[in-house]
Antibody, heavy 115, light 107 residues
Framework: QVQLVESGGGVVQPGRSLRLSCAASGFTFTSYAMHWVRQAPGKGLEWVALISSDGGSESYADSVRGRFTISRDNSKNTLYLQMNSLGAEDTALYYC????????WGQGTLVTVSS | EIVLTQSPGTLSLSPGDRATLSCRASQSVSSSSLAWYQQKPGQAPRLLIYTASNRATGIPDRFSGSGSGTDFTLTISRLEPEDFAVYYCQQYGSLPLTFGQGTKLEI
């Protein structure tokens, strides 16, 4: 069955970096664009970033552009999110998700930015 | 950026009722690239509808989506107890992708 398993979350100090991973299985990872979506505690959903199926094209929300980088390793069926210059506003549960029509979502990994 | 406004913010209904949720876009949504999600506490969002009116795999037919351009609707024809949750719309026709703020469907 389809699985997206996020990892790499944790507590990090403001200004520091963190890299999230999302391991995909059960579907042809190389065929689909992938997204990161986040949800701050008690808040709604916020789209973060998108990468094309071959990794050649990326797009970001204004709130993270220049600080976050999305990437993928199709040989490892893994999606990444490199997060730099983290601030309190980045505290959230981070989900990886497949191309919209697939409905593929992970269960999320929690990132807490706090001193 | 396309801003999505969902209404109402909270909808109070009973099992067996019909629910109508609205999502209005600040600009036309390209190719009706509009999705609806259901989210329950402690769970990831679940895709219900994509391209405005196509039910995702495994979604019961009491859920239906309609609309085009700037006005979209999610209808739940007869509410079951498990349908009480928060619902989000999302447009994916233009970058950046955006979500509505959500509608809480409560008993």
């Amino acid at each position: 069955q389809v699985q997206l398993v996020e990892s790499g979350g944790g507590v990090v100090q403001p200004g520091r970096s963190l890299r999230l991973s999302c391991a995909a299985s059960g579907f042809t990872f190389t065929s689909y664009a992938m997204h990161w979506v986040r949800q701050a505690p008690g808040k709604g959903l916020e789209w973060v970033a998108l990468i094309s199926s071959d990794g050649g094209s990326e797009s970001y929300a204004d709130s993270v552009r220049g600080r976050f980088t999305i990437s993928r390793d199709n040989s490892k069926n893994t999606l990444y999110l490199q997060m730099n210059s983290l601030g309190a506003e980045d505290t959230a549960l981070y989900y990886c998700a497949g191309q919209i029509s697939t409905g593929y979502w992970g269960q999320g990994t929690l990132v807490t930015v706090s001193s | 950026e396309i801003v999505l406004t969902q209404s109402p913010g909270t909808l109070s209904l009973s099992p067996g009722d019909r629910a109508t949720l609205s999502c209005r876009a600040s600009q036309s949504v390209s190719s009706s690239s509009l999705a609806w999600y259901q989210q329950k506490p402690g769970q990831a969002p679940r895709l219900l509808i994509y391209t405005a009116s196509n039910r995702a795999t495994g979604i019961p037919d009491r859920f239906s989506g309609s609309g085009s351009g700037t006005d979209f609707t999610l209808t739940i024809s007869r509410l079951e107890p498990e349908d009480f949750a928060v619902y989000y719309c999302q447009q994916y026709g233009s970058l950046p992708l955006t979500f509505g703020q959500g509608t809480k469907l409560e008993i």
